[in-house]
Nanobody, 121 residues
Framework: QVQLVESGGGLEQPGGSLRLSCAAS????????MGWYRQAPGKQRELVAT???????NYADSVKGRFTISRDNAKNTMYLRMNNLKPGDTAVYYC???????????????WGQGTQVTVSS
């Protein structure tokens, strides 16, 4: 079994910063691409940022220059540093990862349970 657990969400004022973490645990042989997604009330889940095992990153236009995605492969953990937060960033943030549990190389997609980020004065 594989589990993804997010942490670090909360209430922050506009212009503030938060750092989210996503820790993967369980039967893990290798983790490929990891990513952060978010879902605001009444809206579809959307991509925030992704990072490959080699460190290549991709960001949604709405967060470029404000958010930074990173990962620690030794700890099977991914991070999202969010600066200059805006009310429009309010959403539940989900961690996603492509994980292989054995050397055969079959990857499966996993999701975390989500962490709430609220940006409000």
């Amino acid at each position: 079994q594989v589990q993804l657990v997010e942490s670090g969400g909360g209430l922050e004022q506009p212009g503030g910063s938060l750092r989210l973490s996503c820790a993967a645990s369980g039967s893990i042989f290798r983790i490929n691409t990891m990513g952060w997604y978010r879902q605001a009330p009444g809206k579809q889940r959307e991509l925030v940022a992704t990072i490959t095992s080699g460190g290549s990153t991709n960001y949604a236009d709405s967060v470029k220059g404000r958010f930074t995605i990173s990962r620690d492969n030794a700890k099977n953990t991914m991070y999202l540093r969010m600066n200059n937060l805006k009310p429009g960033d309010t959403a539940v943030y989900y961690c996603n990862a492509e994980i292989s549990g054995n050397v055969s190389g079959n990857y499966y997609n996993y999701w975390g349970q989500g962490t709430q980020v609220t940006v409000s004065s």
